[in-house]
């Protein structure tokens, strides 16, 4: 398995832009699909957006499409969500996951087994 450290959460104001770093320990980082989840508070945990492993494609749920936008750094074994125009209910936990290597790119939660610790994001004026 590969740990997982998020890091860049924060109060933002509505409106402005935050962006998030995952950072990944242990070998053959680039072969996995990584992804972007969130909870508010007394919710479930959502799919935010995704990366595969090969090919820079990606997947952003409706919620945030036009809005956020998922990247990786093999090199630096990071992935990265730049969340911009951020509104009050893109508040929650970011959590960042791996999935299996070599994995299609998917958006379930189960297919992500490595997790980091969550970082609070929280948008209010």
């Known amino acids: 398995q590969v740990q997982l450290v998020e890091s860049g959460g924060g109060l933002v104001q509505p409106g402005g832009s935050l962006r998030l770093s995952c950072a990944a320990s242990?070998?053959?980082?680039?072969?996995?699909?990584m992804a972007w989840f969130r909870q508010a508070p007394g919710k479930e945990r959502e799919f935010a957006a995704s990366?595969?492993?090969?090919?820079?494609?990606?997947r952003c749920a409706d919620s945030v499409k036009g809005r956020f936008t998922v990247s990786r750094d093999n090199a630096k074994k990071t992935v990265y969500l730049q969340m911009n125009s951020l509104r009050p209910e893109d508040t929650a936990v970011y959590y960042c996951?791996?999935?299996?290597?070599?994995?299609?790119?998917?958006?379930?939660?189960?297919?992500?087994?490595?997790w980091g610790q969550g970082t609070q994001v929280t948008v209010s004026s």
């Open positions: 990366i595969a492993w090969v090919g820079g494609i990606t």
């Open positions: 996951a791996a999935g299996r290597a070599f994995a299609a790119l998917t958006s379930t939660e189960s297919d992500f087994g490595s």
């Open positions: 242990g070998r053959s980082f680039s072969s996995y699909p």
